[in-house]
């Protein structure tokens, strides 16, 4: 009987002790497609700071009111009150006394806080959870006027009108409102006679005002139309905005350090310090993608004007909702970017809604379309409030641009023909050795964005990315 345990040959594991192994490059997860640096335009900045000429606005936007919570009851100051159009001219200490008359209305989801035909007019903040304002249409159907969210307000020009109001509002989540006290609104108005003067001089000058301008503020020019001889010509002419915005080309560096020996000794298969410079690379341009989203001064979601900015009207983010967002910007839409859980969340509600996405090749990956326009996945716009494990629920935003100088859309700013430049506006410069033998590579890349005008960039915010449906044949099979 043969013995079982008798070694007829060299081992594998002795063996693979001579031999060489197949490696690769070094991998990193974090590494995306960065669609979004491929899509954009880039611009020439050769002076290091880019300037946007605009047309003057007369009629501006008025931004959110500020919410601050005080003991845990929110509030907001004569300032934030000050910043809508209507209040704007009038003096401080009528501002701070209107601004001391609201309390806080807790509203339960679905509730009424306005009842069209049976309440006053009422000028209300929310100032948090999601209100609907609508009114009946011609044939008895609701029709909705408007989706208002934290720090948005609605009917201030009704502050003072007696009439039963025309619109309804209700809650679509628990939401909490600030109104002004009837009590405190009459004793305000008898304390400060010609309150109600002032304020109706004010409604008249902003609906005038309005009717001079178009629909983003600028003036109307003066034309003539017709056939008719003898008619004077009218003159008109373009106001240029006084203070224009200007873009500095934002920086982002590191220093990567080499050992000598290291590079020196081991090259075989892989070049050490062009490993260490790929992988840096990498990492500054997923960084990038992010600044050009996230940033503060210039980024994609810092430059929504406030009259841009949507909320979902259910949550979960709709054909309905993407719909919204093309009207809005309609002069030729580039692209969508949104979270892949966005995405994701979206394509259910189109699964949901028997209406599938096409889908379509874009630099070798490949995104959904939305009505022919392409909605591109970036895990830079973050999710907010999810489980640490990433998968729980959570609301995110989603972005719709236009790009491009010629459309008036959204551009990245470079200045590509800079010293040590490996890539466009990307340099790398050797700043020496240390005592050690380690030496030093500064890595530096030049860029940011200009969104040329308002209407280029809008964004539907509140998105809920943890919503699922329960089908009629998951229910069969439970019971």
Not at 34 to 42: A, D, E, G, I, Q
């Amino acid at each position: 009987m043969a013995d079982s345990n008798l070694q007829r040959s060299v081992t594998t594991a002795t063996a693979r002790k001579l031999a060489t192994t197949t490696k690769t490059a070094p991998q990193m997860g974090s590494i995306t497609p960065r669609l979004l640096l491929k899509l954009l335009p880039w611009v020439q900045v050769s002076g290091g700071t880019f300037r946007v000429n605009r047309t003057k606005v007369d009629l501006k936007k008025s931004d959110r009111l500020a919410i601050e919570y005080i003991n845990g009851q929110p509030s907001f100051s004569s300032k934030s009150l000050k910043s809508i159009p209507l209040f704007s001219e009038f003096e401080d200490k009528i501002v701070d006394r209107l601004a001391s008359s609201f309390e806080t209305n807790e509203v339960e989801i679905g509730k009424l806080f306005v009842e069209a035909g049976k309440d006053k007019q009422k000028f209300f903040i929310v100032a948090n959870g999601q209100a609907e304002v609508f009114s009946k249409g011609p044939h008895g159907e609701e029709l909705r006027i408007a989706l208002i969210g934290d720090g948005e307000y609605f009917g201030e020009t009704d502050l003072l009108d007696d009439a039963k109001s025309t619109v309804s509002v209700r809650a679509i989540t628990p939401t909490v409102f600030l109104g002004l006290k009837l009590k405190d609104l009459e004793k305000f108005i008898k304390d400060v006679p010609d309150f109600r003067e002032t304020f109706n001089k004010a409604v008249e000058k902003q609906l005038r005002l309005k009717a001079s301008v178009n629909d983003h503020g600028e003036k109307h020019i003066d034309l003539l139309s017709g056939h008719e001889e003898d008619n004077i010509i009218p003159e008109t002419y373009f106001d240029y905005e006084e203070n224009p915005t200007e873009y500095s080309l934002n920086t982002l560096q590191t220093v990567v350090r080499v050992h000598t020996r290291v590079s020196d000794l081991y090259n075989n298969p892989y070049n050490q310090l062009e490993e260490q410079l790929r992988l840096s690379i990498e990492s500054i341009k997923e960084r990038q993608e992010w600044e050009l989203i996230n940033n503060k001064k210039f980024g994609l979601l810092a430059s929504v004007s406030p009259a841009y900015r949507i909320s979902a009207r259910y949550g979960a983010p709709t054909p309905d909702d993407l719909d919204e967002l093309l009207s809005l910007v309609w002069k030729e839409p580039a692209f969508f970017i949104a979270h892949p859980r966005a995405i994701a969340a979206f394509e259910r509600e189109c699964t949901w809604r028997g209406v599938p996405p096409t889908t379509v090749d874009l630099f070798g990956s490949k995104v959904i379309l939305w009505r022919g326009v392409p909605i591109i996945p970036s895990d830079k716009i973050e999710v907010e409030g999810q489980y640490l494990t990433g998968r729980g629920v959570g609301t995110t935003k989603i972005i719709l641009v236009r790009v491009g100088e010629k459309n008036q859309g959204v551009i990245g700013l470079h200045q590509s023909g800079i010293p040590g430049e490996i890539a466009p506006s990307l340099s790398a410069r050797l700043m020496g050795l240390d005592k050690y033998g380690v030496a030093s590579y500064l890595l530096t890349k030049y860029f940011s964005l200009a969104s040329l005008t308002d209407d280029a960039i809008a964004v539907l915010e509140n998105v809920e990315v943890g919503y699922y449906h329960d089908y009629q044949h998951r229910n069969k099979i439970e019971k």
